[in-house]
């Protein structure tokens, strides 16, 4: 899908328009329109340049952290941090005991905000005797 936002352009403001791409095919834009009452289902595709992931893993009273820090979109990141009470469970990405996630305008933001919201965690609620 293109950056364009659904419009609504019928006098009653009952039908919305969109342009629509395929993943594999992003010459080709289809023009949609569907009614105000119908419930439609939209995945934005990644660019070229988002996607690009970067992840580490550490240890932090008692707790594994693994935080993931991911593009997504001009000059915006996207870090999720999971908390995991084994190395076991971190390692196969099974049965974390918190998720949070933050937004930075860097990498090193976005990893240093999710970081710190999971340490709070673990300080706080998920405190281990």
Request: aromatic share 6%; glycine share 10%.
């Amino acid at each position: 899908m293109g950056s364009h936002r659904p419009t609504l352009h019928d006098g009653w403001r009952k039908n919305a328009h969109a342009r629509v791409r395929k993943v594999g095919q992003p010459e080709l834009t289809d023009l949609r329109t569907c009614g105000a009452r119908e419930h439609l289902s939209v995945k934005r595709a990644p660019s070229a340049e988002e996607g690009k992931l970067a992840k580490r893993l550490y240890r932090y009273r008692g707790y594994y952290i693994e935080v993931v820090v991911q593009e997504v979109g001009v000059k915006h990141f996207e870090g999720t941090a999971a908390i995991f009470g084994s190395l076991e469970s971190a390692r196969s990405g099974q049965g974390p005991v918190h998720r949070c996630a933050r937004m930075g305008r860097t990498r090193e933001e976005a990893d240093r905000a999710a970081s710190a919201s999971a340490e709070s965690w673990a300080e706080g609620p998920g405190k281990r005797a």
